[in-house]
């Protein structure tokens, strides 16, 4: 699913201030070493670091080993902070609109006479649904995610597929930020449509279809 124009600018600032606060800490890390801390691919961490030094954040200095080393110039360690204060914005956002999604969810479910519900997809944003069904009392009994590799998150199972969980609970939160679509179509799949719930803020074709009003 492409990203919206938010999402791309709080990515933007995640690496942004993640490449800087990495070379702060230490010049000498090579560019492979710098796209493992910030799970990016090598050629990003090139792309960033070239656009830093031409802003004038980075100075680039040698290193051992014919490898370069950088450094925050002034203007670098100015910006580490802004990026900090923008990061942290971004982020306090993205938490009250999953909340308010997440609260509007369990309030229809519950209209509906569901009242033990699953996660599907093991991220931030189940964080925030867990969260939000113990302030609405709330059963959340299982995370679904086939791409983890966890036995646990947030002390709840985490199963492999939607069969596993078939009779432990009437519905299903869609948690997945990477491809809620495709994890909606799975869910509904299983346990139908008007026990399948997407937030509105993972904005996608299944979303309109699915979307919580108040």
Avoid: W
Avoid at 105 to 131: F, P, Q, Y
Avoid at 138 to 151: F, R
């Amino acid at each position: 699913m492409p990203k919206t124009p938010g999402q791309k600018g709080l990515e933007d600032a995640r690496i942004m201030l993640g490449l800087l606060e990495q070379i702060e800490r230490d010049s000498s890390q090579s560019q492979r070493h710098l796209a493992v801390e910030l799970g990016i691919a090598l050629g990003l961490v090139n792309a960033y670091l070239g656009r830093c030094v031409k802003k004038g954040l980075l100075k680039v200095g040698q290193a051992p080993a014919r490898r370069y080393a950088y450094y925050l110039t002034p203007k670098g360690f100015a910006e580490k902070s802004r990026l900090t204060v923008e990061y942290l914005s971004h982020s306090f956002s993205l938490f009250r609109r999953a909340k308010l999604d997440c609260a509007m969810i369990l309030e229809t479910a519950r209209a509906k006479g569901i009242n033990k519900l699953a996660l599907a997809g093991a991220s931030d944003v189940a964080e925030i649904a867990m969260i939000c069904a113990l302030e609405s009392r709330t059963e959340i009994v299982a995370i679904v995610d086939p791409k983890s590799s966890l036995q646990q998150f947030l002390r709840l199972p985490v199963f492999a597929s939607f069969d596993q969980i078939c009779g432990s609970c009437e519905g299903v939160i869609v948690t997945d930020i990477v491809a809620p679509r495709k994890t909606y179509e799975a869910a509904a799949a299983q346990f139908g449509k008007e026990r399948v719930f997407t937030l509105a803020m993972l904005s996608s074709p299944v979303a309109e279809a699915q979307q919580v009003t108040a």
